[in-house]
């Protein structure tokens, strides 16, 4: 079974521009996440869809948002980008529904720099 | 706010060597799991443990859930090279949302 994959692998941007990454789950899993990982930060949660619905949100501002389509797959934007924002995203599937402990099946990440 | 504190932040031993990293939090949490990063990688699922008191074992690797659900340890045996990287543990609470722990940087030389 393929697992998570995420592109870009690699983005740079500039201040004030926007970004949109993507994610393609596992087969048949129906809930991804997102999540922000910087070194001073750790792990940090940003937003959960499932069956196209967000249906958990973390602390971050709006200029971070998502979506899933029919398909599961995700997409997460970021809006007027600020230097803090660079980190590597990584979007993680799981089953959802309920029938697991929320086991997390992560991608490789999108490394993310803002200069 | 629901937190967990891993200890400690970074480990730097002898292939050979036993380990053990921490986790802890004031909150009891639902359930329990143990991450392992590499550089350039996104985490992989080591162990979900559900229990208080539970212990499950994955080779040279032993998981700990403490009784009242609050804190967790993972102890490793014999070290090896091919364990370095970042341990994470993530605890499900109340908002059914993962809430992951600070990490623990883990580099074993030969």
């Known amino acids: 079974k393929a697992g998570v994959t995420q592109t870009p692998r690699y983005l740079i941007k500039t201040r004030g521009q926007q970004v949109t990454l993507s994610c393609s789950p596992i087969?048949?899993?129906?809930?991804v996440s997102w999540y922000q990982q910087t070194p001073g930060q750790g792990l940090q949660f940003l937003f959960e869809?499932?069956?196209?619905?967000?249906?958990n949100k973390g602390n971050f501002p709006g200029r971070f948002s998502g979506r899933q389509f029919s398909n599961s797959r995700s997409e997460m934007n970021v809006s007027t980008l600020e230097l803090g924002d660079s980190a590597l995203y990584l979007c993680?599937?799981?089953?959802?529904?309920?029938?697991?402990?929320?086991?997390?099946?992560f991608g490789p990440g999108t490394r993310l720099t803002v200069l | 706010t629901q937190l967990l504190e891993q200890s400690p932040q970074f480990l730097s031993i002898q292939e050979g060597e036993n380990l053990t990293v921490y986790c802890n939090s004031s909150?009891?949490?639902?359930?329990l799991q143990w991450y392992r990063q590499e550089p350039g990688e996104g985490p992989v699922l080591l162990v979900t443990?559900?229990?208080?008191?539970e212990v499950k074992k994955l080779k040279r690797l032993t998981f700990q859930f403490g009784d009242a659900r609050k804190d967790s340890s993972l102890h490793i045996t014999a070290a090896q090279p091919g364990d370095t990287g970042l341990y994470l543990c993530?605890?499900?609470?109340?908002?059914?949302?993962?809430?992951f722990g600070t990490g623990t940087r883990l580099q074993v030389f030969p």
């Open positions: 993680a599937s799981s089953l959802g529904g309920g029938t697991t402990y929320n086991e997390q099946f």
């Open positions: 087969s048949g899993h129906r809930s």
């Open positions: 869809y499932f069956s196209e619905t967000q249906r």
């Open positions: 909150s009891v949490f639902s359930s």
């Open positions: 443990v559900v229990t208080g008191g």
């Open positions: 993530a605890g499900e609470g109340n908002t059914d949302k993962l809430i």
